[in-house]
């Protein structure tokens, strides 16, 4: 265990601990280099010489480094240090959906499909990234105290390039696949499975599969039908425990195929819970009829023996038979379910062996006969297909003549069919396509391939995004006759409103009331003749203007009169009163900027400013200046490196032209003592184009006794609008780096 203050990589400081587990512990820490708070996940020490767990351990931080997404938690670092492995994590304020159900019990459906919609879309993105999670289970999402819900957790997680992976990782046994149960194969399609286990949890209090062992559970998910989750919770909407139903399918194939599907079907739910439209899977076999000659069963008969498996249980769905798994029944063995990798609930990366206890031996030794039990099966199920068969032909032939008896002579039948949309009969007619998810452009342009009419109606949502298909008149797989028109429903996005005016408001006055308002307000300067400096004289869009929640508007301060101009006396040696007054005449606001040991400068005097004598600044620039000392015995130093790609990565402003306009940088220099902000400028306005790729900046402490301080990096853009021939001006802050100082004795 760490200790709090200790400091790991040279710049984060653990500050506590926050959470463990079966290999690692997790601490909350600060790092000093980008001043802020991280978690830091160390593999214990007495894991930290297995080569096998430090190989996890990297490739948890491999498989999440590369994907930035707003569901998933962010890697920042990983590293070692004198035996310490470590990853730095993004970190999140809050707790995990475990906790969360365990306090709450049974989520309202609508609370359950919005978190299960942001786990959905950060799964989405692992699978774009080719990493399958493999471990979904609620103590590996955190939901954060504003809400943002986020997977985390990637330590059994696999990078593929290929469809799927050999699953001899286990996931945790309560939400793991059938697949991954047996150690067979895993793809994308084993993560929407333990969803689904998860979502069941949400919505009904409880996990579907539970016993007295990890063996008795892996089983449970290979073996045993789910019981539907109204069967504990009949609130559930229809549409909900379908989308479970279709995640938790024993068949790969019958599961969501994608993330994405499976989220338009978790948006859809939202907007209409109670429409049965989920398409479940049917159980049909499409394999061909094979038809056995009597020299071949001769043959058949001819070949029987007895297999004697010792220590094995044989294993039957009890709705899928056994050609679903493979030619023969499937022998379930300790080998096969791979009881050496399945994870406990509570374990990152332990790996529990498991030992049966039962000292029963009645089912020590079974003798199963393939071939009796194979010829008996198929003659079984050939009588039950063909009986089958005939039963459908009947229904369908006689539901026709239904059909037919009542369209003639019938009035009031032909009256309802034109009310109705055009259905056909299954093998007749177009099929509709799924539209939901799709652009308007896109499902008007499918329908029309395929012969169908196409008409949209528009319909605010805060879910589905502007212009995409929310709803479709007939479901998806159901055959219409040719050009049926197909009425889809389209996002209009969010529910508009007016922006209000702020127009000759203060500019922190307009901020607020934008904010209020729910918008991504932006602040631009420009000079202005007629209105005083700080004043609010333009925003786009203008005022009156239809918004929605998030739009982004632009506000114009004034920096007042562009002609009034005070050029910046020279300040060296001046008491600070002097200094005061001379900033004063020049029309200049002046400000102390900390104080600094001198040998030079006697105590009390400017040593330092912050802008060159001779400088002409528009009025109203805040000029500051640094007194000395005195000849103290010691004094700090700092320096830092300024790397040139920080600013030539930040986003250029709306209307700015690199050919044209110019770009600056300025470091400035920030320290605190009893309660009080200093600062100096270490670098003054320079042209970024003459900065080197990187370089090194040197500078003193600007306050005495204060051995750190943080360095602010700001980019100042100027250029003149090509509309309206207006010169502009924006400043962004582009990083504050935290700099510990260093003690530098005077000679």
């Known amino acids: 265990m760490l200790e709090n203050g200790t400091i790991i990589g040279n710049r984060y400081e653990i500050i506590g601990k926050i959470g463990t587990g079966g290999t690692a512990d997790v601490y909350k820490a600060k790092c000093h280099k ?24 990297r490739i948890e931080a491999q498989s999440a480094a590369g994907m930035a997404h707003a569901n998933i938690v962010n890697v920042y670092d990983v590293g070692d ?7 730095v994590m993004e ?6 959906l475990k906790q969360y159900i365990d306090k709450k019990g049974a989520l309202e459906y609508k609370e359950a499909v919005s978190i299960a919609i942001q786990i959905a879309q950060g799964i989405e993105a692992a699978h774009r990234h080719n990493i399958i999670h493999r471990d979904i289970k609620p103590q590996n999402i955190i939901i954060s105290k504003e809400g943002k819900v986020k997977v985390t957790d990637f330590g059994i997680a696999k990078v593929t390039n290929t469809d799927t992976v050999n699953s001899m990782a286990m996931g945790s046994v309560h939400y793991i696949s059938p697949e991954q149960a047996r150690g067979g194969f895993s793809d994308i399609t084993s993560d929407i499975y333990s969803f689904g286990i998860t979502l069941y949890e949400m919505c009904t209090g409880r996990v579907p599969f539970d016993g007295e062992t990890t063996v008795s559970v892996a089983l449970m998910h290979i073996q045993n039908e789910i019981t539907p989750p109204s069967y504990f919770n009949p609130s559930i909407p229809v549409s909900v425990e379908n989308i479970i139903l279709k995640c938790t399918q024993k068949r790969m194939d019958k599961r969501y195929q994608s993330a994405t599907e499976l989220i338009a079907d978790l948006k859809r739910a939202l907007i209409t819970p109670y429409e049965n439209f989920v398409v479940m899977p049917e159980d049909v076999d499409t394999s061909p009829t094979v038809l056995f000659t009597q020299d071949e069963l001769n ?11 010792p220590d094995v249980m044989p294993v039957f769905m009890d709705n899928h038979p056994e050609d679903d798994y493979g030619p023969d029944m499937e022998i379930v063995t300790d080998n096969s379910i791979d009881l050496t990798h399945i994870y406990d609930d509570d374990t990152e990366y332990e790996e529990h ?19 009796d039990n194979k010829i008996d099966k198929i003659m079984l199920w050939l009588g039950i297909g063909v009986a089958v068969v005939i039963v459908i032909i009947t229904i369908a032939v006689v539901f026709r003549v239904l ?42 342009e499918k329908l029309n391939e395929m012969g169908l009419g196409f008409k949209s109606v528009p319909a605010e949502s805060d879910i589905i995004g502007k212009g995409y298909v929310m709803a479709q008149s007939v479901d998806e797989g159901v055959h219409v006759a040719e050009n049926t028109q197909i009425v889809v429903t389209v996002s209009t996005g969010p529910k508009s409103f007016e922006v209000v005016n702020v127009l000759s408001l203060t500019e922190e006055k307009a901020l607020q009331i934008l904010k209020e308002q729910g918008l991504n307000p932006v602040t631009e300067y420009e000079f202005n003749n007629d209105t005083e400096q700080g004043t609010v004289i333009k925003m786009v869009p203008v005022a009156g203007s239809q918004v929605k929640q998030g739009d982004t508007v632009t506000i114009t301060v004034s920096r007042g009169k562009q002609n009034k101009e005070g050029e910046v006396p020279n300040l060296l040696n001046m008491d600070e009163s002097q200094a005061r007054e001379a900033i004063d005449k020049a029309g200049l606001v002046a400000q ?3 104080t600094v040991s001198s040998t030079t400068v006697e105590a009390g005097k400017v040593v330092a400013q912050n802008y060159p004598a001779g400088t002409k600044l528009a009025a109203g620039t805040i000029v500051e200046y640094v007194l000395s000392s005195g000849n103290n015995t010691k004094s700090y130093q700092g320096k830092i490196v300024l790397i040139k790609a920080w600013i030539t990565a930040n986003p250029l402003p709306e209307g700015f032209v690199e050919e044209t306009g110019m770009k600056e940088v300025q470091i400035v220099f920030r320290q605190e003592k009893d309660g009080q902000s200093y600062s100096q400028e270490i670098l003054g306005f320079t042209d970024v184009n003459a900065l080197m790729d990187s370089q090194e900046i040197s500078f003193n402490g600007i306050v005495e006794g204060v051995a750190d301080g943080n360095a602010e990096i700001y980019v100042r853009y100027s250029w003149t609008d090509a509309v309206t021939g ?13 700099v510990p100082l260093s003690e530098v004795t005077a000679q």
């Open 403 to 444: 059909i037919t008896f009542n369209g003639i002579g019938s009035d009031k039948g032909r009256e309802e069919t034109t009310t109705q949309t055009p259905t056909v009969a299954v093998n007749e007619g177009i099929a509709v396509p799924g539209l939901i998810g799709l652009k308007e452009e896109e499902a008007k």
């Open 91 to 96: 970190l999140v304020e809050g707790i995990t």
């Open 34 to 57: 980008l001043n802020r708070y991280v978690a830091i996940k160390v593999l214990k020490k007495e894991f930290s010489e297995d080569r096998n767990f430090i190989s996890k351990f």
């Open 353 to 371: 062996h498991i030992v049966d206890k039962d000292d029963d031996d009645d089912d020590d030794d079974i003798t199963v006969t393939h071939d």
């Open 299 to 309: 043959q058949i008969n001819a070949r029987k023996q007895t297999v004697q498996e």
């Open 726 to 738: 207006e010169p502009k001006i924006k400043t962004d802050s582009v990083q504050t780096m935290y």
């Open 81 to 87: 240090e004198n035996g310490i492995y470590y990853i």
């Open 592 to 594: 102390l900027g900390g």
